[in-house]
């Protein structure tokens, strides 16, 4: 085990500790609510020589992954946060990096989008980016913001990888709320992320063209490629945590299980809101029920054997989306189905919409999801559907 | 020899070293290819190039060929000047932190006119503002033609393009020209310039001013383009000079804010004249050819005056 110190600090402060530990060489990042402070913290980072970086104060979102891409690129380890309307700014250019294999790092303070204007906590900005070859891993607390972000650099830049990745704290729950977490010493960082080397780089001394035109006839070659090794990911994903908890004594897994000894009823969480849901587990379990907890901390690669091992005695799978997929219910949800389709013993999937733009979800709540999930199939009668339920909203 | 047929072959024994080289897809008669080999021999080896979407990138990095001798890098349409601010961010930190020498590289954005004076405007005011040591050139052929001659900000007044073409109820382009370069200057950049591959001594010195330079500079390229102005290729030379002569392209610097004007005609020639071999312009009208000719006339001895020629 390695020294580590306890201190009280922000999400916020948590990733810009883990970018300082990092030594990110160029830093680019507009400022949006709820991420600001991660920005702040960085910025002071820099003008204290804390942090010997440069930091690209840029005109939008939409610059600053381009920047991200170019500074990669040309050699840099780099490093940006957003949220919300920010990261659908950034839209077009996050396939730049996924598709050039760019190892370019994010954070993203998981926000609520407009229409009406929100800047508190969903998952609908990182729910529209899940199809462009991004490594998406989320946090539920502080301590593992900041796990994260250490542990994404040393995925995304590992020579096998090479893909960019995020880690997705939620907005204000994270980003803005202060915990005990511990901290390691600078010097215990040392060696756990590798010095960043592309074999490709922009360099007069050898001289490559990057982001040439795809005619018909290599355009699906070069996405098999990508393919192929984004799903590969996901040995180095495993290696690094398992690397990680050897030497911390925190390991984190892609599907990590609460409870689920014996369970029959299984909630599935992703995020901040697990740490509630927990407590709802501990009370149901208290009352006897056989119930257990899901979270999902890899996002992308979809961890399928993981999701498939967990769930494999289950019989009925809650499963909370804090986003609306209109016309499609909720993105966990379908995703979690169409992964469970092929299998021979599957459990009933219920699925709930909540905390949407940051309405909170209390104990209560998880209690009634997995109550009323109960009542649903005890209700329907062969080949119906169950319908996704929106809850705590006033009608 | 005529000085006139010198200036045709001389360009290419500037250097014998082509940075950008043949077998490209561009039209023939391309202004723009033309520019980017001239500027290209000015820059020498010792730089990286960030290139926007647009013509010069299709026409040269179609896979698995390029026509790029020295590191080249495209991602997207309008965010050109945003990759290169990241690139030179990249490469101060590295040498400040001794993970690679200085070996003084430069830093070099190309894009069209729409990729500049359009979708990217946002992005190159942003890495002018902030200062990045960067050269951005324009190639400017005053419309989308790389998706075949849509309108763009910099289409010339009563231009015929395909979304504006002219007919009962349309003369053309409907709006003056964007002034691209006036802009660059507003943003207070130690260099601003204009020129022409027609006169290629004059944009190869400006190119290397370009990159002297610390800071932020500016060269905006004037590129005619036969198959979106419906011109004759083999007048590619001879319509730039006339733009030139004319008033409608003027070649000047901005050096710190201060105006010079590189070649002065104090009695230009009638923009009938630049128009006459663009079938872009044939359907205007005399009163709309005059209209263009004041203006051009007004803007000429406005640039006379910033220049203090008298």
Known sequence: ?395 | MKKEEADLFVPREVTTDEIFVPGHRACIGCGEALAIRHVCKALGRNVIIVNATGCSEIIASLLPQTSWCVPWIHTLFENTASVMSGIEAAYKARVRKGKIADKNVKFIAFAGDGGTSDIGIQALSGAMERGHDFLYVCYDNEAYMNTGIQRSSSTPYGAWTTTAPDGKKSIGQATWKKNMPEIAVAHKIPYVATACPSYPFDLMDKVKRGIEIEGPAYVHIFSPCPTGWRAPPELTIEIGRLAVESGVFPLYEVINGEYRLNFDFPDLKPVREYMKPQRRFKHLTEDIIDKIQARVADEYSRLREKAGVK
């Open chain 1, 1 to 395: 085990m390695k020294k580590e110190k306890v201190v009280g600090l922000e999400g916020s402060f948590a990733v810009a500790e883990a970018v300082r530990l990092a030594n990110a060489d160029v830093i680019a990042a507009y400022p949006i609510t709820p991420q600001t402070h991660i920005v702040e913290r960085l910025s002071e980072m820099v003008a204290e020589g804390e942090l010997d970086a440069d930091f690209i104060c840029v005109e939008s979102e939409h610059t600053a992954m381009s920047a991200c891409v170019g500074a990669s690129a040309a050699g840099a380890r780099v490093f940006t946060c957003t949220a919300g309307q920010g990261l659908e700014l950034m839209h077009e250019v996050l396939y730049i990096p996924s598709s050039m294999r760019l190892p370019v790092v994010a954070v993203i303070a998981n926000r609520a989008l407009s229409a009406p204007l929100s800047v508190w906590c969903d998952h609908s900005d990182m729910m529209a980016v899940r199809d462009i070859g991004w490594i998406q891993m989320l946090a539920e607390n502080n301590q593992q913001a900041f796990d994260l972000t250490l542990c994404a650099y040393r995925i995304a830049e590992d020579s096998d990888v090479l893909f960019p990745a995020m880690v997705h704290i939620d907005g204000f729950y994270l980003s803005h709320v202060i915990e005990d977490m511990s901290l390691p010493e600078d010097e215990e960082i040392a060696g756990f992320i590798p010095e960043y080397e592309h074999p490709f780089t922009l360099d007069p001394d050898n001289p490559v063209s990057m982001g040439c035109y795809g005619p018909p006839f290599i355009y699906p070659e070069a996405k098999k490629a990508q393919e192929v090794a984004f799903e590969n990911t996901m040995l180095k994903i495993l290696e690094t945590w398992k690397a990680f908890g050897d030497r911390f004594g925190r390991y984190y897994a892609p599907v990590e299980k609460y409870r689920m000894e014996d369970a029959k009823i299984a909630l599935l969480t992703m995020g901040s809101c697990s740490e509630t849901a927990m407590l709802a587990i501990d009370e149901l379990r208290a009352k006897g029920e056989d119930v257990g907890l899901i979270r999902l901390r890899l996002w992308r690669p979809f961890p399928f054997k993981e999701f498939r091992e967990a769930v494999k005695d289950v019989e009925v799978l809650v499963v909370l989306d804090r986003c609306v997929s209109f016309g499609m219910g909720g993105p966990v949800c379908s995703e979690v189905k169409a992964a469970l389709y092929d299998q021979q013993k599957k459990p009933h999937v219920v699925g709930f919409i909540g905390g949407l733009g940051g309405r909170d979800i209390l104990i209560e709540g998880f209690e009634y999801m997995i109550r009323s999930a109960l009542e649903k199939v005890k209700a329907i009668k062969r080949g119906e559907e169950i319908e996704t339920e929106m809850i705590g909203v006033r009608e």
